[in-house]
Each structure stands twice: as C-alpha cells, then as structure tokens.
C-alpha cells in the first residue's frame, strides 16, 4: 500500500463538482496489498463502497470521479486508437498489395475489437440516460425547494438570511446538475461520431469503373430525354378547291427525278356547292397535267 492510498483514510469526499459526499472510513485491499475499494460513510444514505479507480486524493480531500465519466473515456480512447489502427492498416495494404493477405489477420483482430467495444457503448448509453434522468429529477427537487422558500420567504415564514441561504445551496446544485448534464450531453455526441466513422470505415469503396459506368447511364438516360420531340399535330386539315386551282396554274413540268404527291381528289359535293361542271372540269385539268 503506498503512502497515496493510506492517506485518503480520514478525509473527507466530494464530487467533481465540489459537492460533499461523505468521509473515507477504510479501505478494502486484495491479497497483494493494493486497494480494491473504498469505504465512504454519507450520512443517512449509509455506508458506500466506491471502487478505488473513482477517487482521485487532494491536499485535503479526495475527489469522486463518476462511473459512467470513466467508462465514456475508456471506451472513447481505446474507440479512436482501433480506428486510427484500422485506417493506418488500410493506407498501408493500398500502398502495397502483396501485404493484403499478412494484413488480413490483424484486420480481422480490430474488427473484433470494434464488435466487443459496441458492446460496452450499449451499456454505457443505458447508464448515461439513467443518470440523465436522475439528474433531471434532482433539477426539479432543487427548483420545488427554491421555490418553496421564496413562498415561506414572501409569507414571513423565514426570515430573508434563511431565503439567502437556500438560494445559495439550490443554485449551487443546479449549477452541478447543469455541468454534468452538459457533459454527458457531450460524451453522447462524442460516441455518435465514432459511430460515424466505423461506419465510413466499414463501407465498400466504390469502385471507378462503376462510377464511370453509373454516370453514363446516367447521362444516356438524360439524352434520352432530350431526344424526344413533340408530336405533330394530328387533327386534318381540308384545303378548299379554289386554293389548289390557283397553285395547279402555277405548277410546270415535274422533274423526272422529283416524286411530287398528289392531293387526293374531293369527295363528292352535292348540287347546292359545286356543279357538275365543276367536277368536270377539275377532272380535265388534272388529266392534262
């Protein structure tokens, strides 16, 4: 046991926040002597045995470092090294592919190291929300009690040093409640970005050539597209019979090599808008022609 360890025995114990949680009773050591756990008397809560890693010992008191502040920073730390690892490995395989197969064992020991770390961040996400709302429990509290006071305060209940005094230590709490809200607020976003990058790290590259290919289909799609025009107009058109004497008049002789069409010939009209003579004539000028 070194002197460190002995001299936390007596003093007293506060949270990281500065919060008073009790006084250092004793220790609990295993067989070779260093220490497994610490006795901690808080009061009406009783005796409390806090693991030795969540004390850190001051001048005059030792600090208690919360467990889910140290199992955040554990899993973060050994998070960011196996991806570091990871991508290192990656760089050096595409820098060099006869190394593939002597990187493929150590590749499938970090990949492993990720699966058994998701593990410990599912707990370690369940117990960052209990304390949420653990804290969130304790704002409340320390809002009614606040508020309680300024009613007993207003009543002349108590008097105003009394009022004072209860601001002071609810204001106090509510500033601890607010820091470590802050913080796990923090170590939540910090966790979700890892996430982010296992999953970047953990995605098939795309392949060039399937870019390439993905883009001209793409862009024959959009040709497609652009090829297609409108289509004409169906509905007929009926040219009267006067217009088409007019452009026969003015018509010479066809060129052997030009096929020029024909308007078909008028249906038959009755007596009350074209005569016989009429047909008879159109009939004729087209047979000279």
């Not at 107009?233 to 008049?249: K, L, Y």
Request: charged share 25%; with cysteine; net charge negative.
């Amino acid at each position: 046991m070194t002197n460190d360890e002995i001299q936390v025995i007596g003093k007293n114990v506060k949270d990281m926040y500065g919060t008073f949680m009790g006084k250092v009773i004793g220790t609990i050591t295993d067989v070779d002597g260093s220490i497994q756990s610490v006795g901690i008397d808080c009061g009406s809560q009783g005796l409390q045995q806090i693991q030795y890693e969540q004390l850190v010992p001051q001048n005059d008191v030792v600090i208690f470092i919360p467990k889910w502040r140290l199992d955040s920073q554990r899993l973060i730390r050994e998070k960011q090294l196996t991806l570091r690892r990871l991508k290192a490995l990656i760089d050096i395989v595409s820098e060099n592919d006869d190394m593939k197969a002597d990187a493929e064992i150590i590749h499938e020991k970090y990949k492993s190291k990720l699966v058994s770390l998701d593990q410990k961040e599912t707990e370690i996400k369940i117990s960052l929300e209990e304390r949420l709302t653990e804290l969130t429990s304790q704002m409340k509290s320390a809002k009614m009690i606040l508020f309680d006071a300024k009613v007993q305060f207003k009543s002349n209940e108590i008097s105003e040093i009394t009022s004072d005094i209860v601001k002071s230590c609810t204001n106090e709490v509510i500033e601890h409640v607010t820091h470590e809200t802050a913080e796990i607020s923090n170590v939540k976003s910090r966790i979700a970005d890892l996430e982010l990058e296992v999953q970047e790290i953990n995605a098939p590259p795309q392949n060039i050539q399937d870019s390439a290919v993905s883009y001209l289909e793409t862009s024959e799609s959009q040709q497609v597209v652009q090829t297609i025009l409108p289509e004409a107009p169906t509905t007929s058109m009926t040219m009267p019979s006067e217009h088409i004497e007019a452009q026969s008049d003015h018509i010479s002789e066809p060129q052997p090599e030009v096929s020029i069409n024909f308007p078909d010939p008028p249906q038959q009209v009755t007596q009350e808008t074209k005569n016989n003579d009429d047909e008879d004539d159109w009939l004729a000028r087209m047979e000279a022609q």
